[in-house]
T-cell receptor
């Protein structure tokens, strides 16, 4: 049972345009969400996070939106740059002492020059 | 600040052999995680440590996998004996607060 789903395995965007990566979840107990970026042969790098008490969090070119009623979050990258080409994973966790991350399967973003 | 260190970066073994991976977390991070990432999938948690105690190892195949965290700092993950389906990237992560996890570069294991 996949509790976190990224339904688009790949996305191509022109440099300078907006990239929108989507993620859906099924577990209503998730209360903290994160996005990670992964380059080949490297580990995932933390990008941005959002708590369920918020619906938006912004950090430079990256903005994460959370729609709790739809159990949906998205990552917006504006403007997209060729260096943003990577696999993006969304992850979610439930409050408690363990707070383990459940990951989606990832979306390969390619930013075309 | 130094990141999470892992070694080796790559390992090729034959099935039924043993293998061990090492992880050194970010200094001061009490929580340490081991994940298995199979190609095309997201990382899947194997075991979580808080200091040198196990918080959750429910996803660890204990008949062949074992892990320990020495003195609440470094950790090793061992597979004995390895199977073909263990081919994956093994990621170590650490966290100062359990909210955000910081990952190492991973060890790519190929079992032939």
């Amino acid at each position: 049972d996949q509790q976190v789903k990224q339904n688009s395995p790949s996305l191509s965007v022109q440099e300078g345009r907006i990239s929108i990566l989507n993620c859906d979840y099924t577990n209503s107990m998730f209360d903290y969400f994160l996005w990670y970026k992964k380059y080949p042969a490297e580990g995932p790098t933390f990008l941005i996070s959002i708590s369920s008490i918020k619906d938006k969090n912004e950090d430079g070119r990256f903005t994460v939106f959370l729609n709790k009623s739809a159990k949906h979050l998205s990552l917006h990258i504006v403007p997209s740059q060729p260096g943003d080409s990577a696999v993006y994973f969304c992850a979610a966790s439930v409050s408690g002492s363990a707070r383990q991350l459940t990951f989606g399967s990832g979306t390969q973003l390619t930013v075309l020059p | 600040e130094a990141g999470v260190a892992q070694s080796p970066r790559y390992k090729i073994i034959e099935k039924r052999q043993s293998v061990a991976f090492w992880c050194n977390p970010i200094s001061g991070h009490a929580t340490l995680y081991w994940y298995q990432q199979i190609l095309g999938q997201g990382p899947k948690l194997l075991i979580q440590f808080q200091n040198n105690g196990v918080v959750d190892d429910s996803q660890l195949p204990k008949d062949r996998f074992s892990a320990e965290r020495l003195k609440g700092v470094d950790s090793t993950l061992k597979i004995q004996p390895a199977k073909l389906e263990d081919s994956a990237v093994y990621l170590c992560a650490s966290s100062p607060d359990s909210y955000t996890q910081y990952f190492g570069p991973g060890t790519r294991l190929t079992v032939l």
